[in-house]
């Protein structure tokens, strides 16, 4: 027996007393790959970017363990509620226009001395201000760099479209900015490159793209090292006793946690490891978050329909944003239905030794984004459930 058919006769036999759909977490994986980021992260302490998890029992499983170190939330309401759960080092990874929340931030010393926001833009400031309604809190900030490859003189540029904070000269002015702004304190710089750390570099069957991928990825890593770090003695010159400059991300821990500038490392996906973490030559993760759709039809020969399955991943439209079919292994979409809003027939010829009631485990495209459909994450070690957590979702809380 394989080691991924014997992975699903596990999960099958874990997960028999429920009903699917259902969403599983392997623990012994989820484990190893946070081992394995720790390790790449060389002793620099690990934030862990909630949106690739979205379930706070996970979170604090992880936070429990030696080498991780805060949160790195994606919006300001989740960042309040985990403050408010017990978690005391929130880092908000993306400027926020939520005003309700910005009050409620600077009324709360608990909350204020918990959460921190991003800024890359004065005007962030006058939001946050206006939003006060007599709230005196200083507002913990951190400055968010810009990462992507400027080439051609800057006519060709490579990267996610973040911040407008290019050169470290633009970074201490609004550093400069702040300071000078009452109830404001900087106390951190991000510099996350999703260029690297995002996109896979070595591609099942095109190897000239992936060639060409790890070609860019080496000339970002040289330019954006050497650009961190003097954005960060810019920043160092304004503000001392900066606390903190947060980089990385799952694909480029061990290169980011390599630079001097950088004091912590932040990466989710990781332990999660989807489908999209599959091609990097940088790090070899195993799946640990799984969903099972149930057979509910057997069309013809080769060909099983399971129940729903389709929940496509955020990203430009593409077939690598659709979970894969994984266990068992060998079944592929009908390329003229792809993954359904309700059914989804599968082709292959394991369809033929399923039968109704048998599930099909799928591995979502992106980490956190399958637990904004389930409420529940059964977390299975060996062959059992050991418990049933809830997700965001299973919680209330729909943050995006």
């Keep these: 027996m394989t080691a991924r058919a014997a992975d699903r006769a596990r999960y099958d036999r874990a997960t028999a007393h429920l009903d699917a759909p259902l969403a599983i977490v392997d623990l012994e994986a989820f484990d190893a790959n946070a081992d394995d980021l720790v390790r ?14 979205r379930c706070r029992a996970l979170l604090e499983r992880v936070l429990a363990r030696e080498g991780f170190a805060g949160v790195m939330s994606f919006t300001l309401a989740e960042s309040l509620w985990l403050a408010r759960s017990g978690v005391d080092d929130v880092l908000l990874g993306y400027p926020s226009a939520d005003r309700a929340g910005f009050a ?3 009324a709360d010393p608990k909350l204020a001395a918990a959460v921190t926001v991003m800024i890359d833009d004065p005007a962030q400031l006058r939001l946050i ?3 006060r309604d007599g709230g005196r809190e200083v507002v913990r900030v951190c400055l968010e760099l810009d990462t992507s490859l400027r080439l051609l003189g800057g006519r060709m540029r490579v990267g996610a479209r973040r911040s407008p904070l290019h050169s470290p000269v633009r970074l201490a002015e609004l550093a400069r900015m702040v300071a000078r702004r009452p109830g404001f ?18 591609v099942a069957g095109r190897p000239l793209r992936s060639r060409a991928v790890r070609l860019m990825q080496a000339a970002a890593r040289r330019e954006l090292a050497e650009r961190r770090a003097a954005a960060v003695r810019a920043v ?8 903190f400059v947060n980089g990385g991300g799952t694909g480029s821990v061990q290169h980011t946690a390599a630079e001097e500038a950088v004091t912590e490392i932040a990466a989710g996906s990781g332990l999660f490891v989807p489908r999209l973490f599959d091609n990097y030559t940088s790090f070899r993760g195993r799946p640990a978050a799984l969903f099972a759709q149930p057979v509910v039809r057997r069309p013809g020969v080769g060909v099983v329909t399971v129940l729903g399955g389709g929940y496509p991943a955020s990203g430009a439209a593409g077939a690598d944003r659709l979970p894969v079919p994984y ?56 062959d059992a459930v050991t418990a049933s957590v809830p997700t965001y979702r299973g919680e209330g809380h729909t943050f995006l």
């Design 236 to 243: 160092r010159a304004v503000v001392p006793d900066l606390e």
């Design 104 to 106: 409620e931030l600077t």
């Design 185 to 202: 304190e900087v106390v951190g710089v991000m510099a996350y490159e999703g260029h690297i750390a995002g996109v896979g570099d070595a």
């Design 129 to 131: 201000d206006e939003a």
């Design 327 to 382: 266990l068992p292994q060998g079944l592929r979409y009908d390329p003229q239905e792809g993954a359904g809003e309700v059914q989804t027939p599968l082709l292959g010829s394991p369809a033929d030794d399923l039968l109704v009631g048998d599930r099909v485990w799928f591995r979502h495209a992106k980490a956190g984004e399958l637990c904004e459909r389930f409420d529940t994450l059964h977390l299975v070690r060996g």
């Design 40 to 53: 790449r992260a060389a002793g620099k302490p690990i934030r862990v970017a909630s949106k690739s998890v």
